[in-house]
């Protein structure tokens, strides 16, 4: 149905689609697996499917090296295909969002392609940043930006004569040239691209990398390289310019000339909410990813600052906040949550350390009942309703993320939270496909066998029983649904407490001392057992109505 505003409070789930299931058991997620799975999702009780990129791609980037917008990658299966599930999710109430990723091509692109053969100074080059090198013989990147995937962000190409030639830049990997967003033919090709998606049904685009998509046509060197790639290029002069907004505002339009609210969801990997909310306009976008309250560490004083300050940063614009705690490119959050530092920094991304997966699991469900409660829109990344760990020890061989391979090793990637979902069975691909299939496309650990779907269906204790009890009652309290009222309730420091209206209450204690429960409130729902005298122990988060 034509809902304005299904967004404001959805709880959306982020499909990986190579990872989440493999209907021919070619050992690699596809459409058909998704379609066989809506029932799933529909009893999960998610509003919406945000999936990462499923168009044609040579996978250098997991799909992020997109080389075909209107079109599906054949291991994926077909373009009817992707309609077809989009059509059928809808008739569960479920809706759509694709994934756009304006930043870059492919290589295998047929405009990088072209630019390519073209050779030096050609017209078809303008569509992407070609620039010749420094030093005498141009033997030097153009300028000192590096690359999200270590080394610079910049590859010499070789001219059709055979001659060293200019060099391309690509703020990611080498096979993703960045387009150049000054020029008429990539602003055109884009709403192009949304109206082709809008057409086929989709509720919504997200935004890859959104203010990193316009740069500053004199590429100048930056004023400090050695902070390293996370730490320069979101943060650095040259990202979240000006004319952003205006490519923003010109896809709001194209998304509000559709029936049924389509929205626009921003990657906006911003130091500071300021800048981050600039894009949250009734113009521009609808809702952008809340990676303050991702990278936060399970600490009571930095959780209530994040809230807060996302809750003011979104209040003037009457935007909704998004809370996320994990996705295809960070540690999974039970292994995060079990470490001794909750953080999350892709700068410090590492594997092996010591983590405590009870631990881990117990906060995680905390955080699931936390961000539910809160003000806004939830995104549920794919097996984080199973309380899946990070994969730490995957085979060399196998670990394919550009993150890694570009980082001599020293970055473990991100393979590690893109390992395929665990279904059913106690033997590996344990239903992520049919049995005799091959070996996943990345190798799921033996433990996986008491993780499975399955296992957590029947389990009234699993996390996959918790997040479904906890969205269901979600969507049956009006108050929680949207952005509704918000207010902090008086509680020890380590305690968070809050209500959404004069009826619901939400109560986190991080500990170490048990709390109190407030008297006179009905307990909805906890995330782990009270105490013998009934308080609530640490690392438990409680739903009360008063
Ligand atoms: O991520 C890009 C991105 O914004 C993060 O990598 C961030 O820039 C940084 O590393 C943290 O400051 C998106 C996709 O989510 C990712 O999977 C792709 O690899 C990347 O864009 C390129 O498309």
Redesign the pocket.
């Known amino acids: 149905e034509a809902d304005e505003n299904w967004w404001r409070g959805a709880v959306i789930y982020q499909v990986y689609p190579r990872s989440f299931a493999d209907s021919n058991g070619d050992g690699t997620g596809d459409l058909a697996g998704v379609r066989s799975r809506l029932p799933y999702l529909a009893e999960l009780g998610v509003n919406a499917l945000w999936f ?1 990129p499923w168009y044609p791609s040579p996978m250098a ?2 799909g ?2 997109v080389a075909d917008y209107r079109d599906v990658e054949p291991v994926f299966g077909s373009l009817a295909e992707a309609e077809k599930l989009i059509s059928e999710a809808l008739a569960l109430g479920i809706r759509t969002i694709i994934d756009i ?1 304006p ?2 091509v492919s290589a295998a692109h047929p405009w990088f392609r072209e630019a390519l053969a073209a050779g030096p100074g050609s017209p078809a080059r303008e569509r992407f940043w070609f620039r010749p090198g420094r030093g005498e013989h141009g033997e030097l990147p153009p300028n000192n930006w590096p690359s ?1 995937f270590g080394g610079p962000a910049w590859t010499r190409t070789t001219d059709p004569d055979g001659t060293p030639g200019d060099w391309f830049l690509n703020l ?1 990997d080498s096979e ?1 040239p960045d387009l150049n967003w000054n020029h008429p033919d990539v602003l055109a090709e884009h709403e192009d691209i949304l109206r082709f998606w809008f057409d086929r049904g989709a509720g919504g685009v997200r935004i ?2 959104a203010a ?1 998509v316009s740069k500053d046509p004199a590429l100048p060197d930056l004023p400090d390289p050695s902070a390293g ?2 730490a320069v ?2 943060a650095h002069p040259y990202v979240d310019r000006d004319d952003l907004h205006d490519i923003y505002r010109g896809w709001r339009r194209i998304a509000d000339s559709y029936p049924g609210a389509r929205i626009l969801v921003g ?1 906006v ?1 911003l130091p500071d909410a300021e800048r981050f909310a600039r894009y949250l306009r009734p113009d521009e976008m609808h809702t952008a990813f809340n990676f303050d309250f991702l990278a936060c560490p399970w600490e009571p004083a930095r959780l209530r600052t994040s809230i807060a300050t996302t809750l003011a940063a979104h209040a003037p614009v009457s935007a909704v906040a998004t809370w996320v705690l994990c ?3 960070v540690t999974r959050t039970v292994t995060r949550y079990g470490r001794a530092d909750t953080g999350f920094d ?1 700068a410090t991304k590492a594997f092996g350390i010591p983590t405590d997966l009870e631990l881990g699991t117990r906060r995680a469900r905390a955080a699931a009942l936390l961000t539910l409660a809160l003000p806004g829109s939830v995104y549920l990344y794919q097996g984080e309703e199973l309380g899946l760990p990070e994969v730490e020890d995957i085979p060399t061989g196998k670990l394919q993320d ?2 890694y391979l570009r980082s001599a090793g020293t970055n473990p990637g ?1 393979d590690g939270c893109r390992v395929p979902l665990p279904w059913s069975g106690d033997v590996p691909p344990f239903g992520f496909g049919p049995a005799g299939s091959a070996e996943s496309w990345l190798p799921q650990p033996d433990q996986w066998a008491a993780r499975t779907a399955e296992i957590q269906s029947a389990d009234p204790a699993s996390m996959l029983s918790l997040y479904r009890a906890a969205i269901r009652l979600r969507a049956d309290t009006p108050e929680l649904v949207g952005d509704g009222a918000f207010a902090w309730l008086d509680s020890r420091p380590d305690v968070l407490a809050f209500r959404r209206s004069d009826r619901f209450v939400c109560l986190v204690n991080l500990g170490p001392a048990a709390a109190e429960l407030p008297a006179h409130q009905e307990l909805l729902l906890t995330s782990g057992p009270l105490a013998e005298d009934g308080r609530v122990p640490q690392d438990t988060a409680v739903w009360l109505r008063a």
Do not use: K
């Open positions: 990462s980037d997991g992020y090296d990723v930043n870059h999200q990611f993703q890859d990398s990193m790639a996370d290029l979101p990657e990997w996705n295809h490119d892709f550009p993150m991100r």
